[in-house]
């Protein structure tokens, strides 16, 4: 387990200009008592607001704790088979053991495999698999405008405009040309992150009733394919104490597959931009003992990393929203990589309010990007006040299409909608080059069996 570093945290208040212990429980939203809580050699701050405080601090959870690595706790009997799960709070492939990696960019599948697609959204995540290999037999996605999204761009693709609980209660058998048990070759999706009751206290499926993970696994029961792929935001380590992701990867154990995760960024792989993503991936354990040494290697980073420059030239015109003058006269004064520290001290105390007298962090609020820098993670809006990302030139929001090019989606792909609703599929994306990367480590290991 994690136990913090005092000694590390006062070194890292210092650097901040954090005089006191209660400047810093004020920025963390907790009260000096939760702090001191927080702070002690008997806390486990894997279970509360760690990730906070380094958010406040600016620093990785490995740079204010005793060590680098936990087990997450699974000693429950549940399955004769035992798998320690760790956890991989990678920035880069140093923090990972080199063998955990494969490199792929130099990999074909051997056939045309099939994809059934869940929670599919604008389609980033089926986009970077079909680029990978893939064929999909279905994508299923509630939201209409997504959908609508998906058929403009994929007329071929079967789009499920469908509720999945709806679709479990019906019987996944009424929408796809279901392929015989154990012959689909990957069930893929980025189900929402939700808490679980535990009200049997078990950490079966059961305690996940009511959930959109439940509703995966049920049809990854009832399909038993090959592979499965599951993305979700960061947060998921530690949400509820891990516990969120210790159901998760029991129930997948106990259906009988065998499971890695890591914390990815898109910045290893031909995306411009900060953002991380826990990718979750099973193989079933039969093909396991069936296949001698297979294994799943998530995809090495490519060794570089792209910056705005590097994407945003010969953009196609496009709509985007603008900043009203108030906004703009403040960002005006807003260097290229600065944030609110760079405004005269009256600009900045008026327009940041009381979150200016917090101190600290906050370096999102009236942030521009640099050409030199990659985006930071895109938001479902390109102009919120806590998650600024103002062009790094002209003062104003970056456009649909420079949000699309930030996501690495293809100019080519249409987001026939408004224009707010298409920074919201934008923004809720997996980036499409990062998909494709994960594709093809799933690839790597399903051209072994095939």
């Not at 064929?135 to 007329?155: M, W």
């Not at 998530?298 to 910056?307: A, I």
Request: some cysteine.
């Amino acid at each position: 387990m994690y136990l913090i570093s005092k000694e590390k945290v006062r070194k890292q208040m210092k650097n901040l200009g954090i005089h006191t212990q209660k400047e810093l429980a004020e920025q963390l939203g907790v009260s000096k008592n939760q702090l001191s809580m927080l702070l002690s050699p008997n806390y486990s701050p894997i279970k509360s607001n760690a990730m906070k405080l380094c958010e406040v601090l600016d620093v990785d959870l490995d740079q204010i704790t005793e060590q680098l690595e936990f087990d997450l706790d699974l000693n429950e009997n549940r399955s004769t088979n035992k798998v320690i799960y760790r956890h991989n709070n990678n920035k880069n492939i140093e923090n990972n053991k080199d063998h955990d990696f494969v490199e792929v960019r130099d990999t074909v599948a051997s056939k045309k495999y099939k994809v059934l697609e869940l929670f599919a959204g604008a389609g980033g995540l089926g986009l970077g698999l079909e680029y990978a290999g893939f064929d999909s037999v279905g994508n299923i996605e509630i939201d209409k405008q997504a959908c609508k999204t998906l058929k403009k761009n994929r007329p071929n693709w079967n789009i499920i405009n469908e509720d999945i609980v709806k679709i479990n209660e019906n019987g996944i058998e009424n929408y796809i040309d279901v392929p015989s048990i154990g012959e689909l070759d990957l069930l893929s999706g980025g189900y929402p992150c939700q808490a679980f009751s535990y009200a049997g206290k078990k950490g079966g499926l059961q305690d996940a009733r009511g959930t959109m993970f439940y509703h995966y696994a049920k049809i990854l029961g009832e399909l038993k394919p090959k592979m499965f792929l599951a993305e979700n935001v960061k947060g998921l380590l530690n949400h509820d104490g891990g516990n969120t992701l210790k159901v998760m990867l029991d129930v997948f154990s106990d259906m009988g597959y065998k499971v890695e995760y890591k914390i990815l960024r898109a910045l290893d792989y031909d995306v411009a931009q900060k953002r991380e993503r826990i990718v979750i991936v099973g193989i079933r354990n039969d093909l396991v003992n069936i296949y001698d040494e297979l294994e799943y290697l998530f995809p090495k980073p490519y060794g570089y990393e792209l910056t705005l420059k590097d994407i945003l030239q010969d953009i196609p015109e496009s709509d985007g929203t603008r900043y009203p003058d108030s906004k703009k006269n403040v960002l005006d004064l807003v260097p290229p990589g600065g944030y609110w520290r760079d405004l005269p001290t009256e600009i900045a105390k008026e327009y940041m309010g009381k979150s200016y007298y917090s101190g600290g962090g906050r370096t999102g609020m009236a942030r521009r990007l640099s050409w030199d820098e990659p985006s930071l993670t895109l938001t479902c809006s390109p102009a919120q006040k806590q998650t600024e990302r103002c062009h790094p030139d002209e003062t104003r929001p970056f456009t649909v299409r420079e949000y699309a090019r930030i996501q690495s989606f293809p100019d080519e792909w249409i987001f026939d909608c408004s224009t707010s609703n298409a920074y919201k599929q934008i923004g809720n994306a997996v980036p499409v080059n990062m998909a494709k990367a994960i594709g093809l480590s799933i690839v790597k290991t399903l051209n072994k069996i095939n």
